[in-house]
């Protein structure tokens, strides 16, 4: 079954086109990135599959579900953690937690909340107020809240941010094995290593327009991801006149 699926999907502010006729397929149990610069309609594309943004043009099925035409289907579906988000600064982790945990209809939400405390290493913090985590601690926190529901498919925007050298290690662990039980992630990133190390499948994105799919485990002897990237950006930045 496919997770995540568009035709054309488009999207423009006046003369910007910001997603330019993306067609993409995701199927389930995938670990998928967009990889592109900054502004290259990576967060676009995960807005409007997340029903947060209507686009332009074309269509969208997430889970089944049209994310224009009924966007709280999507998004009680799925979950989400968009670029830069934080706790409400105003609450403890466990007190935003068990609000997501309510919100989601959460059976058991204590138990699920100390299960996901314990893997992202934050449950001596669970009782302090999120303004005084660290932004590391707040980003853990965070993806626990994307990931206590146990969704099929959680959509991450820069998953690694902030977060140490170990603890990196240990969520990067955590998406390949959430995959290896058949749920999908899709993740949008501008680290080409981080693609490159985690992910089945790879969707190069250029200035709105998804110029290259690759499975990283596939590429020729000799050839990397990062040359992939470079030989498509620059073919995609020659086409559209860029310098």
């Not at 490159?196 to 002897?221: F, H, K, N, W």
Request: include cysteine.
């Amino acid at each position: 079954m496919t997770a995540v699926e568009t035709t054309g999907l488009t999207k423009q502010y006046g003369d910007l086109v910001a997603l330019d006729d993306c067609t993409l397929s995701v199927p389930e149990g995938e670990l998928f990135a967009l990889l592109g610069p900054n502004g290259s309609g990576k967060t676009t594309t995960i807005e409007i599959l997340t029903g947060q943004l209507e686009p332009t043009a074309g269509e969208a099925r997430v889970l089944g579900h049209d994310p224009v035409t009924d966007p709280l289907a999507v998004r009680r579906a799925v979950g989400i953690l968009p670029e830069r988000e934080d706790p409400p600064s105003f609450l403890t982790p466990r007190e935003y937690l068990e609000f997501v945990g309510a919100v989601r209809g959460i059976d058991g939400t204590s138990a699920r909340i100390d299960e996901w405390a314990d893997r992202f290493e934050f449950r001596e913090k669970l009782d302090t107020l999120a303004t005084d985590l660290s932004e590391g601690e707040r980003q853990r926190v965070m993806l626990a809240a994307a990931f206590v529901h146990e969704p099929d498919l959680v959509f991450i925007d820069e998953p690694l941010v902030n977060l140490d050298p170990l603890m990196q290690e240990e969520i990067k662990g955590h998406f390949v094995d959430y995959c290896g039980r058949g749920n999908t992630v899709v993740l949008s990133t501008h680290f080409i290593e981080v693609a490159e190390e985690l992910c089945t499948q790879v969707a190069i994105v250029s200035d709105g327009r998804l110029v290259e799919e690759r499975d990283p485990r596939e590429l020729p002897d000799g050839m990397s991801l990062l040359d992939v990237f470079r030989a498509e950006v620059g073919m995609a930045n020659a086409a559209a006149g860029s310098p």
